[in-house]
């Protein structure tokens, strides 16, 4: 009989979908007897509960505080938690807030603590969760001898959110008093750069040395204009003049920021180009040698001739 | 006034390499090592406050490792920072980011700063830890991932931004002395001149050991512990195979896809 | 040999060893590996004994496409299983240390590595195509080495990636492409149809083919015949017509002289040589920006078109012209004041902008204008030091692609903050050697690479200045 705590989390008034997928990785260990408990700060936090009421969810606390989101406050709430109820294990999603609040929390409880979770389960009774390492070329299964009480952070986009519906009992839970040091004073959008942007980008057509020459330049950037890419280019494309530099990707040149897809064409990934864009999630490397680095960072590859390619792909488009 | 700037040195594993015999890590002949990329961030923000404050600021540069991490902390001092500090035991070979909060915690009780810097998170394991469980170690107020700070040296208060999901950031005012952790773009970070780093080879470092900062090694033990290491099953990119014509199709689907064309 | 030359040349070894002696004493591995490929034979063990002193620098060394490849010879004498896996994927590793790796019975991706390896020779290959391992000969079918006789081979076995790349080898014969043709799915046709080896029979129903795909590929066959083109010309799909306005096999003057109703086929027009002189008209004032940015680019555009375009709405159009060589200097001059900086940032690139043009824009803030110039030869000696001096490392760097780069502008590149900067600098030809010496200490493992190899090979060509 253990309890499990998942910490939801909420934005400027709207529950971050992040916190679901929380709950789904710990149902996932959730044993026979286990109760499994949501808590969420909030102005209103009785809003959250309907969302919040998703299978195999036994209780919602609601702690009536700010919309603000303040790690001092979010670290009483989990002490005060924590203290009263002795979890075994607690849950938050691996998000910026809790890159502010989990690591301060895990210090004060004096329990186990991983982050960027993907994977966890029990192995002979024990929990072992998995994580990366060394930029994501290896796993690591990590456990927490002697631990009473373990907190995690969950790889956000991994565990899907959860769903199917539950009658939780509601706790409604007094804020507890806590020294609050930080003060919310406002948002800032993205900013929307006109001209070349491509740390604005979501999508990014990249061209490197294997397109070769100048003449070449143009087939590209029409490419990626039918594609509704942003073209961008690695170092030795802008040093020769044939793009100008605000669209060069890398240590000397742009950090592709907001990248979602990024498409390499002739790309090699000197450690200089790959500074800007290996943190990309969906990386396609275009290229004839099937042993250039950018295939280490990669999600798809294609090995063959950038032209071909680029021509056979605006038949597309 | 002082800032303290926390850096690592990160390791950057070779395409191809072995698990070590006992199967809790890589050999150690794959690695290359180096200051981790956020750490430059940090260094430089904490230079342009001194800077600010026409050089009337001390930056002390702090790291937890062993000899080898000497270059790392070398390349921060090249920057232009004051000093430095590199705490190393045995006993700390296995340590994770909370047992290095623990020690860093004991500096800044030595050395009093008035802010604390680190990296948003490291270019190896990305744990986001180290900064923040410092903080919670101190008790001080802390923001993690901040994208632009206006602070000026020996303020009591800053206004900073923190970047969260989606490029969106919220905007906050924080109480000084606080910790926090630095993100990549806040700044562009200065190269060391030839000269900084001639010079850097000069600069004080203090070697201390657990015991010169009163830390047993039951204190500084880790919040985790690795079971074991290993390839994940698809480490490499998933080939798009065919002729031309057919890996262009395939492209354009996943772009369709993923472009929610 | 007259005695100037003896002496000049016995001077010149003691440099050369003085230097080599020089990097041995420092004992540094990259420096080491810098200077190998250019030292003298006896020279090269105590070199090579500081390249590869320790299991991490031989792997280093063993992956390093810049290692010279007699040292990765050396390294494949006594590989293990990760030396052997770096010294197969290194482009750079000689055929003779790939036959070297293949007496050692490697593991199977090493083996796929070395039937992809684009220095395997024939016998490498053939040997290879008799591999147990599917993925070693599928390897095999894609090396563009594979000499016909093994392709012909490998054409036989049952599996769609080989048949894909047989189809596609330029050493694939009509035979082994006929039975592809009559086997194959329409993917792999479609690449049979598009090979120059392909017979007149298996082109003729391509041509005809239901499958736009098949008379696509085919319309690109460069061995076509122009009367089969010519129907290709006006095939109903886009994408066919497209396909065969690119093959060369018509010449330009022979395409049709309205031009096409799709924009993505006229693009294609704009980019082809030899149009005649009313096509080229049509295009110039084409709706479509990209058939203007195109045309724009075309070297055969006379000055009275050239001058439409340089006053054209579109930015990039008016770029083209900057970076169009048969572009006039009175119409390089109107752009030299053009409003956008990337415009002039094309004609600060043109080698034959003159002084006034140069003097003109080297008022400019614009950091593509001035790293334009910073690689121009044109520019004046003490620009390139200011420029070398500018407060962007990235403009800066461009005065170390400047083959007229003056040594003072080198020397304020060598003292840069940014490695690659100083790294790209100590390469460079204009400089003198004793300046370059003092960079075998610098920090940066790629800088004393490259001031090694520049020294080591300066001091063997006998370079006079090496003295001064």
Same mark, same amino acid.
């Given at each position: 009989?253990?309890?499990?705590?998942?910490?939801?989390?909420?934005?400027?008034?709207?529950?971050?979908?992040?916190?679901?997928?929380?709950?789904?990785?710990?149902?996932?260990?959730?044993?026979?007897?286990?109760?499994?408990?949501?808590?969420?700060?909030?102005?209103?936090?009785?809003?959250?509960?309907?969302?919040?009421?998703?299978?195999?969810?036994?209780?919602?606390?609601?702690?009536?505080?700010?919309?603000? *989101?303040?790690?001092?406050?979010?670290?009483?709430?989990?002490?005060?938690?924590?203290?009263?109820?002795?979890?075994?294990?607690?849950?938050?999603?691996?998000?910026?807030?809790?890159?502010?609040?989990?690591?301060?929390?895990?210090?004060?409880?004096?329990?186990?603590?991983?982050?960027?979770?993907?994977?966890?389960?029990?192995?002979?009774?024990?929990?072992?969760?998995?994580?990366?390492?060394?930029?994501?070329?290896?796993?690591?299964?990590?456990? *927490?001898?002697?631990?009473?009480?373990?907190?995690?952070?969950?790889?956000?986009?991994?565990?899907?959110?959860?769903?199917?519906?539950?009658?939780?009992?509601?706790?409604?839970?007094?804020?507890?008093?806590?020294?609050?040091?930080?003060?919310?004073?406002?948002?800032?959008?993205?900013?929307?750069?006109?001209?070349?942007?491509?740390?604005?980008?979501? *999508?990014?057509?990249?061209?490197?040395?294997?397109?070769?020459?100048?003449?070449?330049?143009?087939?590209?950037?029409?490419?990626?204009?039918?594609?509704?890419?942003?073209?961008?280019?690695?170092?030795?494309?802008?040093?020769?003049?044939?793009?100008?530099?605000?669209?060069?990707?890398?240590?000397?040149?742009?950090?592709?920021?907001?990248?979602?897809?990024?498409?390499?064409?002739?790309?090699?990934?000197?450690?200089?180009?790959?500074?800007?864009?290996?943190?990309?999630?969906?990386?396609?490397?275009?290229?004839?040698?099937?042993?250039?680095?950018?295939?280490?960072?990669?999600?798809?590859?294609?090995?063959?001739?950038?032209?071909?390619?680029?021509?056979?792909?605006?038949n597309h488009f | 006034m002082k800032i303290m700037v926390a850096v690592k040195q990160v390791a950057f594993l070779d395409d191809e390499f072995e698990i070590r015999d006992d199967g809790r890590d890589v050999g150690e002949d794959f690695f290359e090592k180096d200051l981790n990329e956020f750490d430059h961030f940090?260094?430089?923000?904490?230079?342009?406050?001194?800077?600010?404050?026409?050089?009337?600021?001390?930056?002390?540069?702090?790291?937890?490792?062993?000899?080898?991490?000497?270059?790392?902390?070398?390349?921060?001092?090249?920057?232009?920072?004051?000093?430095?500090?590199?705490?190393?035991?045995?006993?700390?070979?296995?340590?994770?980011?909370?047992?290095?909060?623990?020690?860093?915690?004991?500096?800044?009780?030595?050395?009093?700063?008035?802010?604390?810097?680190?990296?948003?998170?490291?270019?190896?394991?990305?744990?986001?830890?180290?900064?923040?469980?410092?903080?919670?170690?101190?008790?001080?107020?802390?923001?993690?991932?901040?994208?632009?700070?206006?602070?000026?040296?020996?303020?009591?208060?800053?206004?900073?931004?923190?970047?969260?999901?989606?490029?969106?950031?919220?905007?906050?005012?924080?109480?000084?002395?606080?910790?926090?952790?630095?993100?990549?773009?806040?700044?562009?970070?200065?190269?060391?001149?030839?000269?900084?780093?001639?010079?850097?080879?000069?600069?004080?470092?203090?070697?201390?050991?657990?015991?010169?900062?009163?830390?047993?090694?039951?204190?500084?033990?880790?919040?985790?512990?690795?079971?074991?290491?290993?390839?994940?099953?698809?480490?490499?990119?998933?080939?798009?195979?065919?002729?031309?014509?057919?890996?262009?199709?395939?492209?354009?689907?996943?772009?369709?896809?993923?472009?929610?064309? | 040999?007259?005695?100037?030359?003896?002496?000049?040349?016995?001077?010149?070894?003691? @440099?050369?060893?003085?230097?080599?002696?020089?990097?041995?004493?420092?004992?540094?591995?990259?420096?080491?590996?810098?200077?190998? @490929?250019?030292?003298?034979?006896?020279?090269?063990?105590?070199?090579?004994?500081?390249?590869?002193?320790?299991?991490?620098?031989?792997?280093?060394?063993?992956?390093?496409?810049?290692?010279?490849?007699?040292?990765?010879?050396?390294?494949?004498?006594?590989?293990?299983?990760?030396?052997?896996?770096?010294?197969?994927?290194?482009?750079?590793?000689?055929?003779?240390?790939?036959?070297?790796?293949?007496?050692?019975?490697?593991?199977?991706?090493?083996?796929?590595?070395?039937?992809?390896?684009?220095?395997?020779?024939?016998?490498?290959?053939?040997?290879?195509?008799?591999?147990?391992?599917?993925?070693?000969?599928?390897?095999?079918?894609?090396?563009?080495?594979?000499?016909?006789?093994?392709?012909?081979?490998?054409?036989?076995?049952?599996?769609?990636?080989?048949?894909?790349?047989?189809?596609?080898?330029?050493?694939?014969?009509?035979?082994?492409?006929?039975?592809?043709?009559?086997?194959?799915?329409?993917?792999?046709?479609?690449?049979?149809?598009?090979?120059?080896?392909?017979?007149?029979?298996?082109?003729?129903?391509?041509?005809?083919?239901?499958?736009?795909?098949?008379?696509?590929?085919?319309?690109?066959?460069?061995?076509?015949?122009?009367?089969?083109?010519?129907?290709?010309?006006?095939?109903?799909?886009?994408?066919?017509?497209?396909?065969?306005?690119?093959?060369?096999?018509?010449?330009?003057?022979?395409?049709?002289?309205?031009?096409?109703?799709?924009?993505?086929?006229?693009?294609?027009?704009?980019?082809?040589?030899?149009?005649?002189?009313?096509?080229?008209?049509?295009?110039?004032?084409?709706?479509?920006?990209?058939?203007?940015?195109?045309?724009?680019?075309?070297?055969?555009?006379?000055?009275?078109?050239?001058?439409?375009?340089?006053?054209?709405?579109?930015?990039?159009?008016?770029?083209?012209?900057?970076?169009?060589?048969?572009?006039? @200097?009175?119409?390089?001059?109107?752009?030299?004041?053009?409003?956008?900086?990337?415009?002039?940032?094309?004609?600060?690139?043109?080698?034959?902008?003159?002084?006034?043009?140069?003097?003109q824009l080297l008022d400019d803030t614009d950091r593509d204008v001035l790293s334009a110039l910073g690689r121009n030869p044109r520019t004046p000696h003490a620009n390139l030091v200011a420029i070398a001096r500018h407060p962007d490392k990235d403009v800066r760097r461009s005065v170390a692609f400047n083959d007229?780069?003056?040594?003072?502008?080198?020397?304020?590149?060598?003292?840069?903050?940014?490695?690659?900067?100083?790294?790209?600098?100590?390469?460079?030809?204009?400089?003198?050697?004793?300046?370059?010496?003092?960079?075998?200490?610098?920090?940066?493992?790629?800088?004393?690479?490259?001031?090694?190899?520049?020294?080591?090979?300066?001091?063997?060509?006998?370079?006079?200045?090496?003295?001064?």
């Open positions: 009989m253990a309890e499990l705590l998942v910490i939801a989390g909420q934005r400027g008034g709207e529950l971050l979908m992040s916190s679901l997928e929380a709950i789904t990785a710990a149902r996932g260990v959730k044993q026979a007897g286990d109760t499994l408990a949501v808590a969420i700060i909030a102005a209103d936090p009785q809003a959250y509960v309907g969302a919040l009421s998703a299978e195999g969810v036994d209780e919602v606390i609601a702690i009536k505080a700010t919309d603000d *989101f303040q790690p001092d406050l979010i670290e009483a709430a989990i002490m005060a938690l924590a203290g009263a109820r002795k979890p075994a294990l607690i849950v938050t999603a691996h998000g910026v807030d809790a890159w502010s609040f989990a690591p301060a929390a895990a210090v004060k409880l004096d329990c186990g603590l991983a982050t960027d979770v993907q994977a966890l389960r029990r192995e002979d009774g024990e929990l072992v969760v998995t994580r990366a390492g060394y930029a994501e070329k290896v796993l690591v299964d990590v456990d *927490f001898p002697g631990k009473q009480t373990v907190l995690l952070t969950i790889r956000t986009n991994v565990f899907q959110p959860a769903s199917g519906s539950s009658a939780p009992k509601v706790t409604e839970m007094v804020p507890p008093t806590a020294d609050i040091a930080t003060t919310h004073e406002g948002w800032k959008s993205p900013a929307d750069a006109g001209g070349i942007d491509i740390s604005g980008a979501e *999508f990014i057509l990249s061209i490197g040395r294997g397109v070769g020459d100048e003449s070449n330049v143009e087939q590209f950037l029409q490419l990626a204009g039918s594609m509704g890419a942003t073209l961008g280019c690695s170092r030795p494309i802008a040093d020769s003049g044939w793009l100008p530099k605000a669209r060069q990707v890398g240590q000397s040149g742009q950090l592709a920021a907001s990248c979602k897809l990024y498409i390499a064409m002739g790309v090699s990934g000197s450690v200089q180009h790959q500074w800007g864009m290996k943190h990309v999630e969906n990386i396609v490397a275009v290229n004839t040698d099937p042993e250039a680095s950018i295939f280490s960072i990669a999600r798809y590859g294609i090995v063959g001739d950038m032209f071909e390619i680029a021509e056979e792909l605006e | 940090s260094v430089e923000q904490a230079m342009l406050i001194k800077e600010a404050a026409g050089g009337d600021a001390e930056v002390v540069i702090v790291i937890v490792g062993d000899e080898d991490a000497d270059d790392a902390l070398r390349t921060a001092l090249a920057k232009g920072a004051d000093r430095g500090i590199r705490v190393w035991d045995d006993a700390l070979a296995e340590a994770d980011g909370i047992a290095v909060a623990k020690v860093l915690a004991k500096l800044v009780e030595r050395e009093k700063p008035d802010m604390v810097f680190t990296g948003a998170q490291s270019a190896d394991f990305g744990s986001a830890v180290t900064g923040m469980a410092l903080a919670g170690f101190l008790g001080w107020p802390h923001a993690a991932v901040v994208s632009n700070l206006d602070y000026a040296s020996g303020a009591r208060t800053a206004t900073l931004r923190r970047e969260l999901e989606g490029g969106l950031e919220e905007i906050m005012t924080i109480r000084c002395p606080a910790v926090l952790s630095i993100q990549l773009g806040i700044n562009q970070p200065r190269y060391a001149s030839l000269r900084g780093i001639k010079q850097a080879k000069q600069k004080p470092v203090d070697e201390l050991s657990l015991d010169d900062l009163g830390l047993s090694a039951a204190e500084v033990a880790p919040a985790s512990r690795v079971r074991r290491m290993y390839a994940p099953e698809r480490g490499k990119a998933e080939l798009i195979t065919g002729s031309a014509a057919e890996q262009a199709a395939r492209l354009a689907e996943i772009i369709k896809e993923l472009r929610g064309m | 040999m007259t005695g100037v030359a003896r002496k000049q040349q016995m001077v010149s070894l003691n @440099a050369a060893s003085a230097v080599i002696s020089r990097i041995i004493t420092s004992n540094d591995a990259y420096a080491a590996l810098g200077a190998y @490929a250019h030292a003298d034979a006896s020279m090269q063990p105590a070199l090579e004994k500081i390249a590869l002193a320790s299991a991490r620098l031989r792997l280093i060394m063993a992956s390093a496409p810049f290692a010279p490849p007699s040292l990765l010879d050396r390294l494949a004498q006594a590989a293990d299983l990760q030396l052997a896996l770096r010294l197969a994927k290194n482009p750079s590793t000689p055929p003779e240390g790939l036959r070297r790796l293949l007496r050692g019975a490697p593991t199977e991706p090493v083996r796929c590595l070395i039937a992809a390896h684009p220095q395997a020779d024939a016998a490498i290959l053939s040997g290879l195509s008799q591999d147990g391992a599917i993925r070693v000969r599928r390897a095999v079918s894609g090396n563009s080495q594979t000499p016909a006789t093994v392709i012909r081979l490998l054409a036989q076995e049952d599996d769609a990636q080989i048949a894909r790349n047989v189809a596609s080898a330029p050493q694939a014969d009509t035979q082994t492409l006929h039975r592809l043709w009559a086997t194959a799915d329409a993917w792999v046709r479609a690449e049979v149809a598009a090979h120059p080896n392909c017979s007149p029979n298996i082109l003729a129903k391509a041509e005809t083919s239901a499958d736009p795909l098949i008379r696509r590929k085919c319309a690109a066959n460069p061995a076509l015949v122009p009367e089969v083109l010519q129907r290709l010309l006006v095939d109903p799909d886009d994408r066919v017509r497209a396909a065969a306005v690119r093959n060369p096999v018509v010449s330009g003057e022979r395409l049709d002289q309205a031009g096409d109703p799709s924009a993505s086929v006229r693009r294609l027009f704009a980019r082809r040589s030899r149009l005649s002189p009313h096509l080229l008209a049509r295009l110039t004032a084409d709706p479509d920006v990209w058939v203007r940015r195109w045309i724009a680019r075309n070297p055969d555009v006379p000055t009275r078109l050239l001058e439409q375009l340089a006053r054209d709405t579109s930015m990039d159009v008016r770029r083209g012209v900057a970076r169009n060589p048969a572009c006039p @200097a009175y119409l390089v001059d109107v752009l030299a004041a053009d409003a956008e900086a990337w415009v002039r940032a094309g004609v600060a690139l043109r080698p034959d902008a003159t002084e006034s043009v140069i003097a007229a780069a003056p040594p003072d502008a080198l020397i304020v590149l060598l003292e840069d903050d940014y490695p690659l900067n100083r790294a790209l600098a100590a390469g460079c030809p204009g400089l003198r050697l004793w300046q370059i010496e003092r960079f075998l200490d610098d920090p940066e493992p790629q800088v004393r690479f490259a001031a090694a190899a520049r020294l080591a090979r300066a001091t063997l060509t006998l370079e006079p200045e090496w003295r001064s």
